[in-house]
């Protein structure tokens, strides 16, 4: 990706990756300095620390990582879980605020409403998971009840086949 380039900051994290799983960085650069931020506090605990995996998934950061010292890999694991946090709150292209889009064919990231707009595919705010949770359960009780209706009609009201 060409955003990598013009960010001299990713290329020691590019070469944490071992050459043969693709050094990538399957992240927007508004996240960026989440992931300088983060590398800072693995490589702390761990100066040769390997990352396998970064990327965006569902509109929240993923980071995968292995270390020899296993002893260290639960406090560096929560270090990955925190840098996931302000992530999840950050517009992946430019680092402003965010929130969840979905584009029309489906596929959802994180964006502020002006590079929303500027996409090609046509992205729209998601209403909270929690939203989307709660009119699909209200959508599920609807055809359940008109299930119930119809199934109560009498045989001669039904649509002859
Ligand atoms: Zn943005």
Redesign the pocket.
């Known amino acids: 990706m060409d955003d990598e380039d013009q960010y001299p900051a990713l290329q020691p994290i590019l070469r944490r990756i071992p050459e043969e799983w693709g050094r990538n960085i399957d992240i927007g650069p508004?996240w960026y300095p989440v992931l300088v931020d983060l590398d800072r506090q693995l490589a702390a605990i761990d100066p040769d620390y390997v990352l396998k995996q970064v990327k965006e998934e569902a509109g929240e950061l993923d980071v995968r990582f292995d270390t020899v010292h296993g002893e260290r890999y639960q406090q560096m694991r929560a270090l990955v879980r925190d840098a996931a946090q302000p992530a999840a709150h950050l517009?992946e292209?430019?680092g402003?605020a965010?929130s969840l889009n979905q584009s029309c064919e489906g596929s959802v990231r994180r964006?502020?409403s002006?590079?929303a707009a500027a996409a090609q595919e046509g992205y729209e705010a998601t209403s909270s998971d929690l939203d989307t949770r709660a009119s699909l359960h209200r959508i599920a009780m609807q055809a359940a009840a008109q299930h119930r209706l119809l199934t109560s009609l009498p045989a001669r009201s039904r649509p002859v086949p």
């Open positions: 508004g517009c292209e430019c402003a965010g964006l502020c002006a590079c």
